[in-house]
Nanobody, 119 residues
């Protein structure tokens, strides 16, 4: 099992910045990909950004050039630096971790952290 603890959400005005952090603990040796998803009210959860163990990144088109994902494998953490925030970035942001052990892949989710961007 992997436990995820998120931090860093909050309220910011449009154009501002926030940094989200997610720390993984427990059976972390099998972690491969890490990432962030978000869910706005009345909408489906959507991918924001992912990063592999080799630090290959993938971003949603809506955040490219504004958000940066990074990870510290030694600390089992994943960060999301969010700059030039827009009101449409308002959502609950969820940390996501994929663990592969003995060819069994499991997906873990954090509890979510609220990000609110005011215009």
């Amino acid at each position: 099992q992997v436990q995820l603890v998120e931090s860093g959400g909050g309220w910011v005005q449009a154009g501002g910045s926030l940094r989200l952090s997610c720390a993984a603990s427990g059976s972390t040796f099998g972690i491969t990909a890490m990432g962030w998803y978000r869910q706005a009210p009345g909408k489906q959860r959507e991918l924001v950004a992912t990063i592999t163990s080799r630090r290959t990144t993938n971003y949603a088109d809506s955040v490219k050039g504004r958000f940066t994902i990074s990870r510290d494998n030694a600390k089992n953490t994943v960060l999301l630096q969010m700059d030039s925030l827009k009101p449409e970035d308002t959502a609950v942001y969820y940390c996501n971790v994929v663990s592969a052990v003995l060819n069994v892949e499991r997906v873990y989710w954090g509890q979510g952290t609220q990000v609110t961007v005011s215009s």
